[in-house]
């Protein structure tokens, strides 16, 4: 240890009752203010915090390290919660490993502030609005560069399963595999596979439902509410449990049968409306645009192929999103919970309906919206390659197509 710098003074009237008024001693880190503070593991003396965080990096970290410890042992989680937090740290000392072995100075200099990173490791809720300007400058440049991405394990959906080519429900709709994981009254319950909760009760008949012949234009209004949720999970990684009302919001946002009540026509109308919702401005920031409804898309083709089984528990799963959004709602909100809950009566009428029709219409379906996207896909090259073409420069007669980065 250095020695002690000291200085001694006959101030009485406004010196720290901690600390005898006949000797003061200097900071062993900054060496300019009066040290009023010993560290209980090397009894350094220091005089503020920013100068405890430098004077030694061991002692800070196993201080934070005791700290988080104690925590997590008053903490009370089930099993599925631990190993999902250790696979987290574990897959975030990985990546520090590997930061510091490579010891490479990259362009992304987003990193938040340790003081917010240790409100988020001790669990607090950060709201943006609770952020400096410097801060969520920093927050948005570290979301830009990838910074917090990287540290989120993509979510694999579960139409995509091997298990959802296997979903056998009964006759009414009700569920023959009784779940696994999770209480009853769960709202997130799900089977041991990961495919949602399927109706517990029968289904009602549509007779039962209205006295009125379904619409023909149900199935294209299936593709909007397929589109929507898809949307949904994926922009949410999977987790919509966390913010009920955000996502349901986001699914009447995306779709205009259940956000607007509209009643489009066809199928070019359905998509054309559910990508530019994907490709605006208010998702853009969330890894929205043309290529991510492409494969939207392909996520509903991929659904519909699938069967009734699979359309019924998505259709359950979402109405548990709606319900869960219209539970969160505040008083304030009355017009947002009214939309709720007719959507949640559409997306159930529409569980009866799909759960009476037959493979045929799934397979006509499906084919129907794999040629629109291949029209959406050809256009839109041709777009691209006619813009190219206006941009160009005649020389001589001929066209100079420029190059698109």
Same mark, same amino acid.
């Given at each position: 240890?250095?020695?002690?710098?000291?200085?001694?003074?006959?101030?009485?009237?406004?010196?720290?009752?901690?600390?005898?008024?006949? *000797?003061?001693?200097?900071?062993?880190?900054?060496?300019?203010?009066?040290?009023?503070?010993?560290?209980?593991?090397?009894?350094? #003396?220091?005089?503020?915090? +920013?100068?405890?965080? $430098?004077?030694?990096?061991?002692? *800070?970290? $196993?201080?934070? =390290?005791?700290? @988080?410890?104690?925590?997590? #042992?008053? @903490?009370?989680?089930?099993?599925?919660?631990?190993?999902?937090?250790?696979?987290?740290?574990?897959?975030?000392?990985?990546?520090?490993?590997?930061?510091?072995?490579?010891?490479?100075?990259?362009?992304?200099?987003?990193?938040?502030?340790?003081?917010?990173?240790?409100?988020?490791?001790?669990?607090?809720?950060?709201?943006?609005?609770?952020?400096?300007?410097?801060?969520?400058?920093?927050?948005? =440049?570290?979301?830009?560069?990838?910074?917090?991405?990287?540290?989120?394990?993509?979510?694999?959906?579960?139409?995509?399963?091997?298990?959802?080519? #296997?979903?056998?429900?009964?006759?009414?709709?009700?569920?023959?595999?009784?779940?696994?994981?999770?209480?009853?009254?769960?709202?997130?319950?799900?089977?041991?596979?990961?495919?949602?909760?399927? +109706?517990?009760?029968?289904?009602?008949?549509?007779?039962?439902?209205?006295?009125?012949?379904?619409?023909?234009?149900?199935?294209?209004?299936? @593709?909007?509410?397929?589109?929507?949720?898809?949307?949904?999970? =994926?922009?949410?990684?999977?987790?919509?449990?966390?913010?009920?009302?955000?996502?349901?919001?986001? @699914?009447?946002?995306?779709? $205009?049968?259940?956000?607007?009540?509209?009643?489009?026509?066809?199928?070019?109308?359905?998509?054309?409306?559910?990508?530019?919702?994907?490709?605006?401005?208010?998702?853009?920031?969330?890894?929205?645009?043309?290529?991510?409804?492409?494969?939207?898309?392909?996520?509903?083709?991929?659904?519909?192929?699938?069967?009734?089984?699979?359309?019924?528990?998505?259709?359950?799963?979402?109405?548990?999103?709606?319900?869960?959004?219209?539970?969160?709602? =505040?008083? $304030?909100?009355?017009?947002?919970?009214?939309?709720?809950?007719?959507?949640?009566?559409?997306?159930?009428?529409?569980?009866?309906?799909?759960?009476?029709?037959?493979?045929?219409?799934?397979?006509?379906?499906?084919?129907?919206? #794999?040629?629109?996207?291949?029209?959406?896909?050809?256009?839109?090259?041709?777009?691209?390659?006619?813009?190219?073409?206006?941009?160009?420069?005649?020389?001589?007669?001929?066209?100079?197509?420029?190059?698109?980065?």
């Amino acid at each position: 240890m250095t020695p002690e710098k000291t200085i001694l003074t006959s101030e009485t009237p406004n010196s720290s009752p901690l600390i005898p008024s006949s *000797t003061r001693t200097i900071c062993h880190v900054c060496n300019k203010q009066l040290a009023q503070y010993t560290c209980p593991r090397c009894n350094s #003396r220091y005089c503020s915090l +920013p100068c405890y965080k $430098s004077h030694s990096v061991q002692c *800070t970290e $196993s201080f934070m =390290r005791e700290n @988080v410890v104690d925590e997590l #042992r008053q @903490v009370r989680s089930d099993d599925q919660t631990r190993t999902k937090m250790l696979e987290i740290l574990k897959r975030f000392h990985q990546e520090e490993e590997e930061e510091e072995d490579d010891d490479v100075i990259t362009d992304c200099e987003g990193s938040l502030p340790k003081e917010t990173i240790e409100k988020i490791l001790a669990g607090d809720e950060i709201s943006f609005d609770d952020l400096s300007l410097e801060e969520r400058k920093g927050f948005q =440049r570290a979301l830009a560069c990838g910074e917090i991405s990287k540290m989120i394990e993509p979510w694999d959906p579960w139409w995509l399963s091997y298990s959802a080519q #296997r979903i056998n429900l009964g006759a009414q709709g009700k569920q023959l595999v009784q779940c696994l994981e999770g209480d009853d009254d769960d709202k997130g319950a799900t089977f041991v596979s990961g495919i949602p909760k399927g +109706p517990d009760a029968s289904l009602v008949s549509l007779s039962k439902l209205s006295s009125k012949k379904a619409s023909p234009l149900l199935p294209i209004h299936l @593709v909007d509410v397929l589109y929507s949720y898809c949307f949904t999970l =994926r922009i949410y990684n999977g987790e919509w449990e966390s913010d009920s009302l955000g996502a349901g919001t986001m @699914v009447l946002s995306v779709s $205009s049968v259940l956000g607007e009540n509209a009643q489009p026509g066809s199928l070019k109308e359905v998509l054309s409306f559910c990508l530019e919702q994907t490709c605006s401005s208010d998702y853009k920031s969330l890894g929205g645009g043309l290529k991510f409804g492409l494969s939207l898309v392909d996520d509903v083709i991929h659904l519909l192929s699938l069967g009734s089984g699979a359309l019924v528990c998505l259709l359950c799963d979402l109405q548990r999103v709606i319900v869960g959004g219209i539970q969160e709602v =505040r008083s $304030s909100g009355r017009e947002l919970k009214k939309k709720l809950k007719l959507a949640d009566r559409k997306v159930f009428f529409m569980m009866c309906w799909v759960n009476e029709q037959t493979p045929e219409v799934w397979r006509a379906l499906e084919a129907s919206v #794999r040629a629109e996207k291949s029209l959406i896909v050809e256009l839109n090259e041709y777009k691209g390659f006619r813009d190219v073409k206006e941009k160009g420069h005649t020389r001589k007669g001929g066209v100079v197509i420029q190059e698109i980065e």
